[in-house]
Nanobody, 125 residues
């Protein structure tokens, strides 16, 4: 069982940046593909980004390409989601998710076997 914990959410103005972090409350992330989902009020949950266990493969939803970057530091047991040029439509509850090492690759869904509690991101002036 992977217990995921997010941090780094908050309120930011349009055009600003935030960095979300994901770690475990016990154990290690290094053998899992890690992803980020988000859900805005009244909208369906959306896969945003994911990274393979080794960090060698990443993918991003079209809605965030060029603005969001996912990365990982397995030595520190952390995965990051750097979010730049934020827009009001990025406002959502962001969830860190985990899955098998191969659960982030071309043609597959985002890893979703394990879920954190979520971190709120609000983009507003």
């Amino acid at each position: 069982q992977l217990q995921l914990v997010e941090s780094g959410g908050g309120l930011v103005q349009p055009g600003g940046s935030l960095r979300l972090s994901c770690t475990t409350s016990g154990g290690t992330l290094e053998y899992n593909a890690i992803g980020w989902f988000r859900q805005a009020p009244g909208k369906e949950r959306e896969g945003v980004s994911c990274i393979s266990a080794s960090g060698g493969y990443t993918k991003h939803a079209d809605s965030v390409k060029g603005r969001f970057t996912i990365s990982r530091d397995n030595a520190r047991n952390l995965v990051y989601l750097q979010m730049n040029n934020l827009k009001p439509e990025d406002t959502a509850l962001y969830y860190c998710t985990g899955g098998a090492p191969w659960a982030c690759r071309a043609g597959t869904d985002y890893p979703s076997a394990y879920w954190g509690q979520g971190a709120q991101v609000t983009v507003s002036s």
